[in-house]
């Protein structure tokens, strides 16, 4: 089976500070990845996502992620925070050939402070 | 104009009820689902519906009962409800399946007391 992992549920970085959000996945194949933010009160929204063309992927709001085979990671970028990036962050793998179930990550919260 | 609406988006209910969550969506997409989202925030996929048909059933009580009317709509009807059920549900959809984003609703929040 596969799966994700979110290291660190609680990221805080100063506002204009680089972010990192760390995703690890767990699969015997490359799987497709997909990085999701969910504001409060909200349903979750699409930053990026990973479907084995380029292993550098850009996003929306300035956000990025490089998928690494040797490191099994997706992890997602940001160069400078807005207090507007404040939000939950999941990663999610979705198998290939397999249709499109995502499996999520636990979540990382992400504050931004000035 | 919205693309995922679901309701009603907040429902509060006695235990031992039957209750109904309604999702529709206007991308004209082939395929929907619904999640679950528990206090911790973890989510995890409950049903998947392409074209009506039911392609994805995760290990749920069957107390839970999802029903596709037609491809725009799919509606997840809750009987006997526990306080276990109390969550945030999505629904989402998507245009096909395989590495199509999906295209989540605001959710729905269920207490139930």
């Known amino acids: 089976a596969q799966s994700v992992t979110q290291l660190g549920s609680h990221v805080s970085v100063s506002e204009g500070a680089l972010v990192l959000l760390r995703c690890n996945y767990s699969?015997?194949?490359?799987?497709?990845l997909f990085w999701y933010v969910q504001y409060p009160n909200q349903g979750l929204q699409l930053l990026l996502k990973?479907?084995?063309?380029?292993?550098l992927v850009k996003g929306i709001n300035g956000f990025e992620a490089e998928f690494k085979k040797s490191e099994t990671s997706f992890h997602l970028t940001k160069p400078s925070a807005h207090m507007s990036d404040a939000a939950e962050y999941f990663c999610?793998?979705?198998?290939?050939?397999?249709?499109?179930?995502?499996?999520f990550g636990t979540g990382t919260q992400l504050k931004v402070e000035l | 104009d919205t693309a995922v609406s679901q309701t009603p988006k907040y429902l509060v209910t006695q235990m031992g009820n039957d209750k109904s969550i309604k999702c529709e969506q206007n991308l004209g997409h082939d395929t929907m689902y619904w999640y679950k989202q528990d206090s911790k925030k973890f989510l995890k996929i409950m049903f998947s519906y392409n074209n009506k048909e039911l392609i994805i059933n995760e290990t749920v009580p069957n107390r839970f009962s999802p029903k596709s009317p037609d491809k725009a709509h799919l509606n997840l009807h809750i009987n006997s409800l526990e306080l276990g059920d109390s969550a945030v549900y999505f629904c989402?959809?998507?245009?096909?399946?395989?590495?199509?984003?999906?295209?989540f609703g605001p959710g729905t929040r269920l207490l139930v007391l």
């Open positions: 699969s015997s194949v490359p799987p497709y």
């Open positions: 989402a959809s998507s245009q096909g399946q395989e590495q199509e984003t999906q295209y």
């Open positions: 990973y479907t084995s063309a380029a292993t």
């Open positions: 999610a793998v979705s198998p290939t050939g397999g249709g499109n179930k995502l499996t």
